[in-house]
């Protein structure tokens, strides 16, 4: 047991290395000037020397690489070539709201989409069933930010129940956090949702249609138990997997989702490190998203160890 | 207040199509998909045919105006006819959602064929493969076009790099269970060569979960070009894409939403059709599910 | 022979079965046909048929669990103690199972929740339908677990599916079954994916706990070896019909129908065959000293080493057959995947035509693969559904070298010989029945014109009437161009029938290895005297309706 975590937690090493090294060559083998790019075309000649100096890359791409990954290991990612402030201080600033944000609209979209599958998957073949898998489909085929219009439309706009845009930090209170944390909550969670109660669906299906739960059934157990002690148990670790991959799609989507409520957080962020071409903000925000995401799927990863009791390597 | 009910009576009429008789539905929802894709893609295809204006010729003094007999839908903050733009607009959003789709899927087969069938490249191609599927797409999409430029091309590449990983642990996958099949131990047996057996015997195998992979692909690429442009790393604001008329639309959106309206049903209707084949294909061609209705 | 004497005439019905139909909900196909049964207090109904008989269907209608939406009760009753149970509610009918009837199934690997542990699972069909508190029912779990013999019941109350073996589980199953004494037990095929030596045990087991608590049995299974041991009374099936039904010595001593003589005669009998000649030609394959060890890897974790094959030897002259016999885990598997060099051994020699084959290389290997060639067990997979048969028969020739033409009139000329028609060529493997894709997988071996083909469980996945073809075939074909067969087999009868010389491998060493003769009427190891005591019915010729006279 404590081998296996041990393996796991090792085995990210490589991962994270090797997104590094992306990282990293993603500016540098680019075609053209790396610093010309970032300066975009009005550039002065002092400008594109101080962004080649702030970059290091005037030294050879091995040194480069050396210098930048030491930097990195001690929790430098580099200074904002607009703000100048470092990069880690930025986005001190702004991860909270986005933590608030991306964990509620998780707790909402688990909430929601497990017993939507696991009922589509008990009366398969049902309008139950098609009900699910239209909005489902749905889901996949809106782009998210014309999902949040429709949302500030519909709820701030026509109805007035909701204020348009903006944040308020739950320290300032609960109400005023979630009147406007959830629209963005809601606009996040309809791709989530769709993804996780299909892939609950899919999973259930499976399950359903295996031994044991004739086994079940054959005690003359309640159906109701079948479904939920039984065979959702069993259904939950592709769930959870599609809960971790998923992660990444939450993370695109708050990019877009805070851009079109205003909210503050590392989404925004990046948006307007991308517009002003800020570069080291943007790479900073690729290492720190890959890491929460393979961080996040190796807790998924050693938590199944608690669902299916065969998973002992 | 005016086109507030629209995106909702629309969504409606879509989810009608669901509620009919349930043998009906089966093959009514896959036959109007296929007729709704179809209609889109030919009208946009010979959308300078059709439209009735230059899409690229602005009008300052028809900036931002309703629908009227000259302009259908209206215009935009140039004075350009919303109509024409969306249906040339659609020509580059299906562009790059077919090419996303064609290059990532051929790339990835190549590199899944490898990894599924030598041991030697497992190991390494899919600590690639893992470390690609980390970085969110769209961040590592926001960065390559970035760097590349605003062209169409450069887009295409920015969306495929990370479709790629999927497409080869989907094939990866479908060949480590095929070579264990004992066909596939019979061709060894009878001295088949590895590409051969790699080529004649687990290939094949791949194709179907491919077909639907592909449309999947499909359908996430042309959503995820809507979303590069609309966060501004798209492609090239001169060339209209769905996802560049609703990127300029949103500084206009309290006052005219149907910016956004009309580029984002015909993109979701599009998408919304590839994704219903996509899964009638799966349905299909899977044949689990086959003999779970027997 | 000794068969169940008792008479039933006097006992009760507990089960009364009228005319049964089910039908495919789709078309309304009748896959069961009027289908009559009758099972009475204490006694052992055995329902005996081939694949597709409808035994299965028979027994998931009784307990209401034929898959909803595929199969559904189009005519007939089934009555439990004078109540019908079609057209029962749903509450009615789980409130039956369990309580009165309850069912056990093939597959024990896969029959238990393996998330749960088995004591809790057992401990549900308590919570289910009584009101007693959990201790209570945790030591009636216990006690039942005691009753079906299981060892140190409190740490296998906490322990779960997957840690225990096949017949563990199904002691499992078992328990789970009977804990409420219901009046009637449903086993479907409950010994067939067991060991021998395990499926005595269990039958034995469902036998005294059936005497001790009185319920009546319905056993489902393929096996005439098991009906001859466990049967009050047979039904036999064929198409969804039931064809005959007797007193199980009645039915084997003096069958009426033809279906059931024609059932009777394609068993095995355990009977070895008359030892060939041996014309002292060379030898075809020689093994020595084969070693197969799967080495533990982990650095964090350790598993241990395991032994798969160890000290394998033994030779094949022209034109003889070699069975190697043993259950599952025993090597024999591992000892054909060696020698086809699928896997590679740890150690040892492989001669095949004089070339050594052990040491070669992948690529210096496949000029030599052409004399060795293998029929797998599953008919299903073994030939590539995409292709036709003529492709998959021309691709070995063509391989090494045959042109096109000439290879696909030889496949048609192969054809003929395994008893398939010519136009077969164009058709793919769907097309075909369990029994003729293996027919094609046999002629795509011989094909190479190979000296030895191995043949691992090749007839295990078939009904007996089509075991005994493919058997006979291979015999023939053997004669015909003198190939030496390695026999991979579980089946004690099978290997009787077919091999010259038997080899007994258990936990992946051999035991015995002598002539078939030898090795079955006077076996010296005591691991190959359990063997052949499990194999069930073996005082009995069932293809002559009379008792085995020379044991």
Redesign the interface.
């Known amino acids: 047991m404590?081998?296996?975590i041990?393996?796991r937690i090792l085995a990210v090493i490589p991962v994270m290395t090797i997104v590094a090294i992306f990282v990293f060559l993603l500016l540098r083998l680019s075609p053209g000037d790396p610093a010309a790019i970032i300066a975009g075309d009005m550039a002065t000649p002092e400008r594109l020397e101080r962004i080649r100096e702030s970059l290091g890359l005037t030294e050879p791409l091995h040194i480069q690489f050396v210098t930048w990954v030491g930097l990195l290991l001690q929790g430098d990612l580099g200074t904002s070539l607009i703000s100048n402030t470092p990069v880690t201080t930025m986005i001190g600033q702004r991860l909270w709201p986005t933590i608030n944000i991306a964990v509620l609209t998780i707790i909402l979209s688990v909430l929601i989409a497990v017993p939507m599958g696991v009922i589509a998957a008990w009366r398969h073949?049902t309008w139950v069933d098609s009900a699910v898998m239209s909005f489902s489909v749905l889901g996949f085929s809106i782009p998210v930010f014309v999902i949040g219009y429709i949302f500030i439309k519909i709820f701030s706009i026509e109805l007035r129940w909701l204020p348009v845009q903006g944040y308020a930090p739950p320290s300032q209170g609960l109400w005023p956090f979630l009147q406007r944390a959830i629209l963005p909550c809601l606009t996040l969670a309809t791709i989530y949702v769709a993804l996780i109660a299909r892939m609950t669906r899919a999973s259930m299906l499976e399950v359903l249609g295996?031994?044991?739960v004739?086994?079940?059934?054959?005690?003359?157990?309640?159906?109701k138990?079948v479904l939920f002690?039984?065979a959702l148990?069993?259904a939950a670790v592709p769930i959870m997997t599609i809960i971790g991959t998923g992660f990444a799609l939450l993370i695109s989507g708050v990019v877009v989702t805070e851009s079109v409520f205003n909210i503050p957080g590392i989404g925004r962020l990046t948006v307007d490190a991308i517009l002003a071409r800020d570069y080291p903000v943007i790479q900073g925000m690729i290492l720190l998203t890959s890491f929460i995401y393979v961080f996040v799927n190796l807790i998924i990863d050693l938590s199944y160890t608690f669902?299916?009791?065969?998973i002992r390597? | 207040m005016a086109a507030a009910p629209q995106p909702m009576s629309a969504m409606q009429t879509v989810l009608g199509i669901f509620s009919l008789p349930r043998n009906l539905r089966v093959g009514i929802g896959p036959m109007i998909a296929a007729g709704v894709l179809f209609a889109i893609v030919l009208v946009t295809a010979c959308a300078y045919l059709i439209v009735p204006h230059d899409p690229l010729a602005m009008n300052a003094l028809q900036r931002l105006k309703g629908p009227s007999a000259e302009h259908w839908i209206g215009t935009d903050a140039y004075g350009r006819d919303l109509f024409s733009r969306v249906l040339v607009g659609g020509q580059v959003s299906l562009l790059i959602g077919i090419g996303a789709a064609i290059i990532s899927v051929f790339i990835g087969l190549l590199i899944g064929l490898v990894a599924g069938f030598f041991r030697w490249a497992d190991a390494i191609i899919m600590r690639i493969m893992d470390s690609l599927m980390a970085i969110p797409a769209i961040l590592l999409a926001i960065a390559l076009v970035a760097l590349n430029g605003p062209s169409i091309w450069s887009v295409i590449f920015a969306i495929t790099i990370p479709e790629i990983p999927r497409v080869v642990r989907l094939v990866r996958a479908v060949v480590l269970s095929a070579r264990e099949?004992?066909?596939v131990?019979?061709?060894?047996?009878?001295?088949?060569?590895m590409p051969?057996i790699l080529w004649?015997?687990l290939m094949?195998n791949t194709l179907a979960p491919l077909i639907v992979q592909g449309t999947y692909i499909c359908a996430s690429a042309i959503l995820t070009e809507a979303i590069l442009s609309f966060l501004g790393a798209g492609v090239s604001t001169e060339i209209p894409t769905w996802g560049n008329i609703m990127a300029e639309g949103r500084n206009y959106f309290q006052l005219m939403p149907s910016l956004i309206f009309w580029p984002g049903l015909m993109l979701s209707l599009c998408i919304l059709s590839i994704n219903l084949l996509g899964d009638t294909a799966r349905d299909m061609l899977d044949p689990r599910l086959k003999k779970r209705?027997? | 022979m000794l068969f169940k004497k008792r008479s039933f005439d006097d006992a009760p019905a507990i089960l009364e079965i009228r005319d049964l139909s089910v039908g495919l909900a789709s078309n309304g196909l009748e896959v069961l046909d009027k289908v009559s049964i009758r099972i009475r207090k204490g006694e052992t109904v055995c329902l005996v048929g081939e694949s597709g008989s409808g035994k299965s269907v028979t027994s998931l209608a009784i307990?209401g669990?034929l898959p909803k939406?595929?199969l559904e009760v189009t005519n007939g009753s089934i009555e439990l103690q004078g109540k019908n149970l079609i057209g029962l509610s749903?509450q009615g009918?789980?409130?039956?199972?369990?309580?009165s009837i309850?069912?056990i199934?093939q597959?024990p690997m896969?029959?238990?929740?393996?998330?749960?542990r088995v004591g809790d699972q057992i401990a549900?069909?308590l919570n289910?339908?009584t009101k007693i508190s959990s201790r209570e029912a945790r030591q009636r779990v216990l006690d039942i677990m005691e009753q079906v013999q299981l060892p140190n019941v409190e740490r296998i109350y906490r322990s779960?599916p997957?840690q225990l073996s096949g017949g563990q589980r199904q002691r499992i199953?078992i328990a789970?079954a009977l804990v409420l004494e219901p009046q009637l037990l449903i086993a479907d095929e409950p010994t067939t994916a067991l060991d021998v030596t395990t499926q005595k045990q269990i039958l034995s087991l469902i036998a005294k706990l059936q005497e001790d608590h009185g319920t009546a049995v319905l056993f489902i299974t393929h096996d005439m070896g098991v009906v001859a041991e466990i049967a009050d009374t047979v039904y036999v099936m064929k198409e969804g019909q039931v064809v005959e039904n007797a007193p199980v010595e009645r039915l084997l001593r003096e069958p009426k129908e033809e279906y059931t003589r024609r059932l009777l005669r394609a068993v095995p009998s355990l009977v070895p065959r008359p030892p060939r000649p041996m014309d002292a030609t060379k030898d075809a394959l020689s093994v020595s000293g084969l070693d197969k060890l799967y080495h533990g890897t982990?650095?964090?974790?350790r598993?241990p080493s395991v032994h798969a094959a160890q000290d394998v030897n033994f030779v094949i002259p022209r034109g003889r057959t070699l069975g190697i016999v043993g259950e599952s885990g025993s090597g024999k598997s591992t000892v054909a995947r060696c020698i086809?060099r699928?896997i590679d051994p740890t150690a040892g020699e492989i001669r095949i035509a004089d070339t050594e084959i052990a040491g070669l290389s992948r690529g210096e290997l496949?000029?030599h693969?052409?004399h060795?060639?293998?029929v797998?067990?599953?008919p299903f997979?073994?030939?590539?559904p995409?292709w036709t048969v003529g492709k998959?028969l021309t691709?070995?020739p063509i391989?090494?070298g045959m042109p096109h033409k000439e290879a696909l009139a030889h496949a048609a000329e192969l054809l003929e010989l395994v008893g398939l028609p010519k136009d077969a060529l164009g058709r793919y493997p769907h097309q075909f029945s369990g029994g003729q894709r293996q027919r094609i997988?046999i002629a795509?071996?011989v094909?190479?014109r190979p000296d030895v083909l191995v043949a691992d469980e090749a007839v295990s996945a078939l009904d007996v009437s089509v075991q005994a073809q493919v058997l006979q075939l291979l015999d023939e074909l053997q004669q015909k161009l003198g190939i030496a067969i390695l026999f991979i087999t579980h089946d004690l009868r099978v290997a009787a029938q077919i091999c010259d010389d038997v080899v007994v491998m258990q936990r992946g060493r051999v035991v015995e290895h002598d002539t078939a003769a030898n090795v079955l009427s006077q076996p010296r190891d005591d691991y190959t005297r359990s063997l052949i005591e499990a194999a069930p019915g073996r005082a009995w010729d069932f293809a002559n309706f009379r008792e085995l006279e020379a044991v």
């Open positions: 404590l081998g296996y041990i393996r073949r295996e031994d044991y004739r086994t079940a059934r054959a005690k003359g157990v309640k159906e138990v002690r039984h148990r069993n669902i299916d009791p065969r390597y | 099949e004992p066909y131990e019979a061709a060894i047996a009878v001295g088949s060569s051969k004649g015997h094949p209705e027997v | 307990m669990l939406g595929a749903p009918i789980r409130a039956m199972r369990a309580r309850s069912m199934f597959e896969t029959a238990l929740n393996p998330v749960m549900e069909v289910t339908h779960y997957h199953m789970m982990g650095i964090f974790t598993t086809m699928l496949r000029p693969r052409k060795i060639q293998i797998f067990q599953d997979r073994s030939l590539n995409r998959s691709e070995g391989n090494y997988a795509r071996a094909a190479m």
